[in-house]
């Protein structure tokens, strides 16, 4: 049995550093055969002009280069073990647009976060969120003037 996997497409607005990558990865997306063609892919992101099939495989290729080959079984499983996942960064991202004051619906679009529940899975809250909640809280409460002015009610004449 097939099962297609529905994509939503989104649209992201992409600045900086990030920018600058794509940018480069555009420029450079020539790609030449075994004949000596040249042509140019639609993908920015490609392997020899086809799509990049399997992102896991991707993925784990780029956190192990550059790091030692292990030798035992142990080692390489405590290795994997501490490896970053993609949902990491997404859990990243998601905590930061939400403390830099992004809009919460905002920040779950470009997220890809369809439902509020899963959205507020990824936004965790940490002993340093509790921490600033307070002192601000405390920050507030200190600013109000302390010399309130309370008017007491005059009771209801009685008939």
Same mark, same amino acid.
């Given at each position: 049995?097939?099962?297609?996997?529905?994509? &939503?497409?989104?649209?992201?607005?992409?600045?900086? +550093?990030?920018?600058?990558?794509?940018?480069?990865?555009? %420029?450079?997306?020539?790609?030449?055969?075994? +004949?000596?063609?040249?042509?140019?892919?639609?993908?920015?992101? &490609?392997?020899?002009?086809?799509?990049?099939?399997?992102?896991?495989? $991707?993925?784990?290729?780029?956190?192990?280069?550059?790091?030692?080959?292990?030798?035992?079984?142990?080692?390489?499983?405590?290795?994997? $073990? %501490?490896?970053? &996942?993609?949902?990491?960064?997404?859990?990243?991202?998601?905590? /930061?647009?939400?403390?830099?004051?992004?809009?919460?619906?905002? $920040?779950?679009?470009?997220?890809? &976060?369809?439902?509020?529940?899963?959205?507020?899975? #990824? /936004?965790?809250?940490?002993?340093? +969120?509790?921490?600033?909640?307070?002192?601000?809280?405390? +920050? #507030?409460?200190?600013?109000?003037?302390?010399?309130?002015?309370?008017?007491?009610?005059?009771?209801?004449?009685?008939?």
């Amino acid at each position: 049995m097939n099962i297609a996997h529905v994509t &939503h497409g989104r649209t992201v607005a992409i600045e900086g +550093d990030l920018s600058a990558i794509v940018e480069r990865r555009w %420029q450079a997306r020539q790609v030449k055969s075994a +004949d000596g063609t040249v042509r140019v892919p639609e993908l920015v992101f &490609h392997r020899d002009g086809r799509p990049i099939a399997d992102f896991r495989k $991707a993925w784990a290729r780029g956190v192990h280069r550059g790091r030692p080959v292990s030798r035992g079984r142990r080692q390489r499983r405590r290795l994997r $073990a %501490q490896d970053p &996942h993609p949902a990491d960064l997404r859990r990243s991202g998601v905590r /930061n647009m939400v403390r830099a004051g992004v809009p919460e619906r905002v $920040a779950m679009e470009i997220s890809g &976060h369809r439902t509020r529940a899963i959205f507020d899975r #990824y /936004n965790i809250v940490s002993e340093a +969120d509790l921490r600033t909640a307070m002192h601000r809280t405390r +920050d #507030y409460v200190s600013a109000q003037p302390a010399d309130r002015v309370v008017t007491r009610l005059r009771p209801a004449a009685s008939r």
